[in-house]
C-alpha cells in the first residue's frame, strides 16, 4: 500500500535561514510526489513534483525538493525562509493510472521574523 | 478561468439531514477528486472520478455518493450526516497526464 509520512508536525525557523520540511514515502512502483502548500482558510496549492529526471526539482516561491530513491525521500527545501513561507505544507504520492494522491499529514512551517 | 469553485463555502446540518456539495471546473479536466481534510490527518480521498459518468470509492467512502453526470462537475452527497461528518471538504481535479491537481477553497461542513 501506498503511504506517506511527515514526521514533524511543526518546524520553526528564523527568517533568511534555510529550512527544510521532510516528507518519506512508500510505494510499489515509480513514484510522482509533489508538495502542496496550505494558507488559513484556504485550498491547497500545487508547488512542485518530481516525476522523472533529475533528483533536484525546482518550483514556486524558492522552493526546491530533492528525491532520494534509497532513502525513499523528498524533502521540501528553501535556502532563505520567508516570513510569509509560513503555512502548512502537504507531500503527496501517486503511484497509478487512476493519479489519486496519498497524502502527509502535514507540517507546519512557522518563520519568525 | 475561475478554476475549481466549490459550493456552498460553509453548512451546517443537523444529524440525519442531506445535503450536495457541488464542485465545477473549467479547465476541461477529466479526472475530479473528493476530500476531506481533518487535523492531524491530511487530507483522504472520500471518492473520485476518471471521466464523465465515472466514479469511484477513494480510502473513507463509507456515508457518501457521488455523481459526475457532466465532465465540469462533480457531487457529493451526504444522504443521511453524522457528527463524523464534521469536516472541511475539498474537490480538485487534473488533467490526467501532468499529475498534477488543482483545489478548490474547500466547504466546511458542521454537523450537530
Known amino acids: 500500500a501506498q503511504s506517506v509520512a511527515q514526521p514533524e508536525d511543526q518546524v520553526n525557523v528564523a527568517e533568511g535561514n534555510p529550512l527544510t520540511v521532510k516528507c518519506t514515502y512508500s510505494?510499489?512502483?515509480?513514484?510522482?510526489l509533489f508538495w502542496y502548500v496550505q494558507y488559513p482558510n484556504r485550498g491547497l496549492q500545487f508547488l512542485l513534483k518530481?516525476?522523472?529526471?533529475?533528483?533536484l526539482v525546482k518550483g514556486s516561491y524558492g522552493f526546491e525538493a530533492e528525491f532520494n530513491k534509497s532513502q525513499t525521500s523528498f524533502h521540501l527545501k528553501k535556502p532563505s525562509a520567508l516570513v510569509s513561507d509560513s503555512a502548512l505544507y502537504f507531500c503527496?504520492?501517486?503511484?497509478?493510472?487512476?493519479?489519486?494522491?496519498?497524502f502527509g499529514s502535514g507540517t507546519r512551517l512557522l518563520v519568525r521574523p | 478561468n475561475a478554476g475549481v469553485t466549490q459550493t456552498p463555502k460553509f453548512r451546517v446540518l443537523k444529524t440525519g439531514q442531506s445535503m450536495t456539495l457541488l464542485c465545477a471546473q473549467d479547465?476541461?479536466?477529466?479526472?475530479m477528486y473528493w476530500y476531506r481534510q481533518d487535523p492531524g490527518m491530511g487530507l483522504r480521498l472520500i471518492h473520485y472520478?476518471?471521466?464523465?459518468?465515472?466514479?469511484a470509492k477513494g480510502e473513507v467512502p463509507d456515508g457518501y455518493n457521488v455523481s459526475r453526470l457532466k465532465k465540469q462537475n462533480f457531487l457529493l452527497g451526504l444522504e443521511s450526516a453524522a457528527p463524523s461528518q464534521t469536516s472541511v471538504y475539498f474537490c480538485?481535479?487534473?488533467?490526467?497526464?501532468?499529475?498534477?491537481?488543482?483545489f478548490g477553497p474547500g466547504t466546511r461542513l458542521t454537523v450537530t
Open positions: 480538485a481535479s487534473s488533467g490526467g497526464g501532468s499529475h498534477e491537481q488543482y
Open positions: 510505494v510499489s512502483g515509480n513514484p510522482y
Open positions: 518530481y516525476i522523472t529526471g533529475d533528483n
Open positions: 503527496a504520492v501517486s503511484a497509478d493510472s487512476s493519479y489519486k494522491l496519498i
Open positions: 479547465m476541461n479536466h477529466e479526472y
Open positions: 472520478s476518471v471521466g464523465e459518468g465515472t466514479t
